[in-house]
C-alpha cells in the first residue's frame, strides 16, 4: 500500500473545439471587397462622423447603426508598433524578428492591428511612417488576405 | 455608502510552477489563511464570490473546481470572470445591497499550466484580430511604443519601475521574483516585443489570494483593524486596439475619479500614502500613476527617478513588489487589495509603508489595460 | 441598508438555430437595443452593465471588455459573471445586487449565447474534472439521464409522463413570437422521437439557440418612472452542490430544494402551490418538469405526473409554467436563465402579449454545472 507519493504526476492534455464564427452582414461585405476587389471599406457613423475600420455595423459611442460605407486608400500612417522576438507557431504567420503595428488608413478614423512586412532595416520603421497595403495573390476573404503593410515613401 | 471593510486576507506563495497543489488546493489554502487571519469561522461566512476564468482554467464553468474548497457548499455563491478587483467588487455590493454580512471572495491562478500566448491570443475577437496573431505581451509592445512616442518616455524610465519593484518583492515573503537588478540587467534583458525586455515583463505564476469583506457591525468586531472601504470605480474603454490612442487612459481616470469621489480624495497625491497598482509590464506602472491623477502626463518616470514612489518615499508604489514581480492572472488585483490591506493595518512586516493610512488598490482587465477597477481604503 | 429593485424592461432577440445575419457583439446588441427602446431609456442612462455567456461556446476570453460596443458599455462599468448553465440567473442576481447595493439606478443585464459556432456538447464536456470525470463524461445529455432513469426507478414514472411536459411547453411557445422552435408535438411524437441516451429522445431534450436577451433593473426610486408595473426583487437565492459527478445523489436535486426554501422564506412564501401564480423553470428536458417542480415542493415525490396530466400546469391551468414556451423551446443557454427571469418579469408587468397569465407573484429559476440551482421570485409589490 502506497503511503505517500514520490512525485506529483501530471497529466497533459488539449482542448480541441471547432468555431465556425458568424462574421454578420457588415464583416461579409467587408471581406467580399478585399477578396474580390483589393479594396478596404469602412463604415461611417450619421451622428459622430467617424470612419470605423474594420468597419462595424453599429457605432458603440452614439449607438446607432452605420449604414453608410466609405472606400479608403490602401496607404495610410504607422501609428504605432512593435518588434517581435519570441516565436509562437501557433499565432506568428512571419518568423521573428517580425513587425506588428497599428495603422490609421487615409480617411479612416480607427487603426488596423497587422502585420508590416518586407522590413529590411527594423531601424527605419517608425512611429508616423507611411504604410501601404499589400495584398495576398490568394484571397479567401479573411483578415489576412492582407499580406502585410510594407513602407513606402 | 454604507461602510464596508476587509477583515481578513490570504495568500499562497506566488511561484513559477506549484506542480503540488490543483487549483481547489490553493483557492482552499488562501480561504483558510483569509479565515483565520481574520478569526472567522465557515459557518459566520454568509456568501462567496469565486474569480476564475474558462480559457486560464482549461474548463468550462471553471467555477465547478473551487466552489466547494471555497467553502463555499450549501451557501449562495457566484462567479466573476474577470480580474480580482472586479470579483471583490461584486462581493462589495453583495453586501451592500443587504442580503449578506459578509462576502468570501477568493481567486486563484495556475498559469503555468497552459500556453499564454494562445490563452491572451484568444482575448482578440477573432473576425478581424485573432488571424493576425497578437496576445498579451504583443499588443503590450504596441502600447509601450505609442506611450512612449507619445509622451517622450524612454525604456530606461521603465527599467527603474522594474528595479524598484523586484527590489521591493525581496521584503515580501509571497512574491515570486525578488532580486537586484541595474539599468544595464534590464536594457541587456532579452527583448520580447519591443520596446518590452524580458525584466520589462512579469512572470508566469502560481498562486491564490483571498480576502474577506464584512459589513460595519460585523467588522467592528473584528479580531484586526479593518481596512475600510471609502471609494470604488470601474469602466471599460472601447475594445479594439485601433479604436482608441493607446497612449491615453480614459478608462482609468473615469474609474479614479469615481472611486476618489466617493472618497472625499481631492489630492489623490499628497492624501494616498500607498499604491498597489497592476503593473504587468514596467511602463505600466508609469501610465497608471499618471492615470490615476498622481501626476502630469509623461511626468510619472520623473517621480520615480526622484525616489518619491520607493517604499520610503512620500507615495510608495507597489512595496509588495506589484505584479512584475508576481503575476498569478485574475489573482494579481486581489492581492492588490489584500497587499493595502495589510498595509493599512501595520502588518506588513518588512514592506511596511510607515504611517499608511490611505491606500489605492488598482486591477485591470481585457488588454492594453482596456478595463480599470479602482478601490480607496482607509484605516 | 440596501434600496429594492424591480425590474422596468426586457428585450431579446428572435431566437434561430443559426444567427448567420450577425456576429456575436451584434446578436447582443439587437437585445440591448430593444430593451433600451421598451424602456424609453437611451445608452447614457445606463449606469452599469452585467453581461454573461460561456466562453467556450464561442471561444473568446474576456467578453465583457470584448463586447462593450454592442453592449452599450463604451466608457462605462461592466463585469463579467458567468456560472455555466446558471448564467443567466447569476447575472440577473448579480445585476439585482448592483443596483441593490445603491451604487447604480440603472443595470443592465445582457445573457447570450450563439451555439451555432461551435461544439456545444464538445463544450460542456470540458466542464468534467480532467483527472477523474472527463474521460467518461459525454455531456448534458447523458447526465441528465441518469437522473431521468433514477427517477422513474424510485417512482414508476414513464417517458410518456415526461413527454406530456414537452407537449406543453412546446404548444405554448406557439404564443411566443420570441420562441426558437415553435411547432407543436403531440405525446406519440416525443415516444417516436430519436433516441438520444435512454430514456431521453430528441423531443425530450432542449435545442441549441443562437440568441441575446438584456433585462434592465433600476432603483425603486427611478423604476416606477420607467414602467406601470415594475416587477420588483423579492427574492434571490443560489446552491449549488458538487464538483464530481460521481458525488450527485440523483434521487433528489437538492440544490432546488434549499434554493427555492431560502426563496420562499425571503418573500414570504408558506404555501408555494397557492401563493405562487406563475412559473419559468429553468428545464433543459422534459423529466426535469416532473421532478423538480416537486423540489420546488409544488407537490409530494412522485406527484408531479399527475399535476402535469390534469393540466395545472397549462396555460389556462391553475399554476402555469413555461409560458413562454421554456427551455425546450428555446436554449441559448447564456441567455437561457437569464430569459426565466425576463419572461417571469414580463409577465408581472403584465407584457407578456398572449402567453399572459394573471400573475401577482411569479418564480424564475436556474440551473447548470453539476446540479447547480437559482431562484429569483418577482412580484407586483416590493418587500
Sequence with gaps: MVQQAESYKVLSGRIKLPYQWTVGATGSKFFTELRDHKKIWGTKCPECKKVFVPPRKTCGTCFVDMGEWVELRPTGRLETFTVVHYHEPALHGMEPPFVYGIIKLDGADTGIAHYIGEVKDLESVKSGSRVEAVFREQREGSILDIKYFRLIG | ?379 | MGQRVGIVGVGQTHHRSRRKDVNGIELINEAVQRALEETGLTRDDIDAVVIGNMDHFEGINYVDMWSVEGAGAIMKPIMKVTTGGTTGSSVAISAYHHVASGLFDVVLAIGWEKNSESDTTGGIITCSDPIWDRDYYAGAIPSLAVEASAYMKAYGVTEKDAARVSVRDRKNALRNPFAHLRREVTVEEVLSSPMLSYPIKLLDICPRTDGAAAVVFASESVAPKLTRQPAWVNATSVSHSYTYFGDIDYTSISSLEIASKDAYQQAGITDPFRQIDVIELYQPYSFAGLKWIEALGLCEPGEAPQLVWDGVTDLEGELPINPSGGVLSTNCIGATALLRVGEAALQIMGKAGERQVDAKVAVATGFGGCYWSDVMILGKEPR
Excluded at chain 2, 237 to 252: I, P, V
Excluded at chain 2, 257 to 281: H, N, Q, R, W
Design chain 2, 1 to 379: 455608502m454604507e461602510r464596508v471593510a476587509i477583515i481578513g486576507v490570504g495568500q499562497t506563495k506566488y511561484e513559477r510552477q506549484k506542480t503540488e497543489d490543483s487549483f481547489a488546493d490553493l483557492v482552499y489554502e488562501a480561504t483558510t489563511k483569509a479565515m483565520a487571519d481574520a478569526e472567522i469561522t465557515i459557518e459566520e461566512i454568509d456568501n462567496v464570490v469565486t474569480i476564475s476564468n474558462d480559457f486560464w482554467d482549461g474548463r468550462t464553468i471553471s467555477s465547478m473546481a473551487v466552489m466547494d474548497a471555497a467553502g463555499a457548499a450549501n451557501k449562495n455563491a457566484s462567479t466573476v470572470e474577470g480580474d480580482g478587483t472586479f470579483g471583490a467588487l461584486y462581493g462589495l455590493m453583495r453586501i451592500l445591497s443587504g442580503s449578506y454580512r459578509t462576502t468570501l471572495v477568493v481567486a486563484h491562478s495556475k498559469s503555468s499550466m497552459g500556453s499564454l500566448p494562445i490563452i491572451t491570443n484568444s482575448m482578440f475577437d477573432p473576425i478581424y484580430y485573432r488571424s493576425v496573431g497578437l496576445d498579451g505581451i504583443s499588443s503590450a509592445g504596441l502600447q509601450a511604443r505609442r506611450y512612449m512616442d507619445k509622451y517622450l518616455v524612454t525604456e530606461e524610465d521603465c527599467a527603474l519601475v522594474s528595479i524598484k519593484n523586484h527590489h521591493n518583492a525581496k521584503a515580501n515573503p509571497y512574491a515570486q521574483l525578488a532580486t537586484e537588478l541595474t539599468v544595464e540587467d534590464v536594457m541587456s534583458s532579452r527583448a520580447l516585443a519591443e520596446p518590452i525586455k524580458l525584466w520589462d515583463a512579469s512572470p508566469i505564476s502560481d498562486g491564490a489570494a483571498a480576502i474577506i469583506l464584512a459589513c460595519e457591525n460585523r467588522a467592528k468586531k473584528s479580531a484586526k483593524k479593518p481596512a475600510w472601504v471609502k471609494g470604488v470605480g470601474y469602466c471599460a474603454d472601447a475594445y479594439y486596439l485601433g479604436d482608441r490612442d493607446l497612449a491615453e487612459m480614459d478608462a482609468l481616470s473615469t474609474a479614479a475619479k469615481k472611486a476618489y469621489s466617493m472618497a472625499g480624495i481631492t489630492e489623490p497625491f499628497k492624501e494616498i500614502d500607498v499604491v498597489e497598482l497592476y503593473d504587468a509590464f514596467s511602463y505600466q506602472e508609469l501610465m497608471w500613476m499618471e492615470g490615476l491623477g498622481f501626476c502630469d502626463r509623461g511626468k510619472a518616470a520623473k517621480l520615480v527617478q526622484e525616489g518619491v514612489t520607493q517604499r520610503q518615499g512620500s507615495l510608495a508604489v507597489n512595496p509588495s513588489g506589484g505584479v512584475l514581480s508576481a503575476h498569478p492572472v485574475l489573482t494579481a488585483g486581489l492581492a492588490r487589495l489584500a497587499e493595502t490591506a495589510l498595509q493599512l493595518r501595520g502588518e506588513a512586516e518588512e514592506r511596511q509603508v510607515e504611517g499608511a493610512k490611505t491606500a489605492l488598490a488598482h486591477g485591470m482587465n481585457g488588454s492594453c489595460g482596456q478595463g480599470h477597477c479602482v478601490w480607496v481604503l482607509s484605516q
